[in-house]
């Protein structure tokens, strides 16, 4: 069915795999198109409690495909650069959690992709960076915007700027990422870390990454409202989870979702 992802299922978490190691996973038109036929699949979404995302081989996603970028016109870079977007738009508007599993190089588009996710995970040997500035280019797919936001303007600006990579270590120092383990262990790990997440209510887990992502797009006292408003909106009377939750703990049982 794909060319260049593959896709594979353990109990409840889905694992998808960018599958092009000959040119570090990089992300061409083609593989968009199939990161975006894939993300619209709502059959395969709601079989699954979470997803994982990695890489095949040495990198996770070494960045957008340099050689198919060599003759874009502005046009095809613009227009590229909104796919891309509108891709990794598609991540932050799952139902589900996504872990990116960060198995090796994260750059550039790849490091983007990896911002696309909740949460990141990464191997020690990995090494992430946005080297655009030494191709003469920025990033293209919202690392100008999400970055800054994630570990501040100086820190974001620092490695846009420099263009030169940094460790795992110093990645999970800075907040990039949330938890680092030894090399040849991540899938694992992150697969566990999504098992986890599929134990919590999918309800509130969808509204947690409702929330967190709107209340980075508009300013925080609208975000707040929302907030309120959700959890509100979450003792309503037909609200199951919510019910189960509390039933379940008063109960001193595990929830039945
Ligand atoms: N696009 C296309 N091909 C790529 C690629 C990329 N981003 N990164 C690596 N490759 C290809 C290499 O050209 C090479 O292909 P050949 O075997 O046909 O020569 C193959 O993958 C293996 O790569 P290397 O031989 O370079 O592997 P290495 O271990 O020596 O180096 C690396 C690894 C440091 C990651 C190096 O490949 C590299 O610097 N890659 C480019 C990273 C980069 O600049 N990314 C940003 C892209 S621009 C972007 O992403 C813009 C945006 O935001 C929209």
């Given amino acids: 069915m794909f060319k260049y992802l593959k896709f594979s299922k ?7 795999t960018l599958d092009r190691p000959e040119a570090l996973n990089a992300l061409n038109e083609d593989v ?9 699949n709502q059959e395969i979404i709601q079989s699954i409690r979470a997803l994982v995302i990695t890489g095949e081989g040495k990198a996770f996603i070494a ?3 340099i050689k198919a970028m060599q003759n874009f016109s502005p046009q095809d870079a613009y227009d590229f650069s909104e796919v891309g977007k509108k891709v990794f738009n598609q991540i932050g508007h799952l139902d589900v959690p996504v872990i990116a599993a960060i198995n090796g190089f994260a750059l550039g588009g790849g490091l983007e992709l990896a911002l ?4 990141r995970v990464a191997s020690e040997k990995a090494r992430l960076g946005l080297p655009e500035v030494n191709l003469g280019l920025i990033p293209g797919f919202n690392g100008t915007q999400i970055l ?17 990579g940094i ?29 986890k997440m599929a134990e919590k209510s999918p309800n509130a887990l969808r509204l947690i990454k409702e929330l967190v992502r709107e209340g980075m797009e508009v300013i925080s006292t609208e975000a707040g409202k929302m907030e309120s408003k959700e959890f509100g909106r979450l003792f309503k009377a037909d609200q199951q989870e919510r019910k189960e939750g509390v039933r379940a ?9």
């Fill in 10 to 16: 353990r109990g409840r978490i889905g694992i998808l």
């Fill in 32 to 40: 968009f198109k199939e990161l975006a036929f894939f993300f619209d």
């Fill in 116 to 119: 696309a996710c909740d949460i």
């Fill in 148 to 164: 800054p936001r994630l570990v501040g303007a100086g820190n974001a600006k620092y490695l846009m700027m420099l263009g030169e």
């Fill in 63 to 65: 960045g957008a495909d």
């Fill in 167 to 195: 460790t795992a270590e110093e990645a999970f120092q800075l907040g990039i990422v949330q938890k680092l383990v030894p090399a040849g262990t991540v899938l694992d790990f992150s697969v566990h870390l999504a098992e």
């Fill in 249 to 257: 703990f008063l109960e001193k049982r595990k929830p039945n979702w």
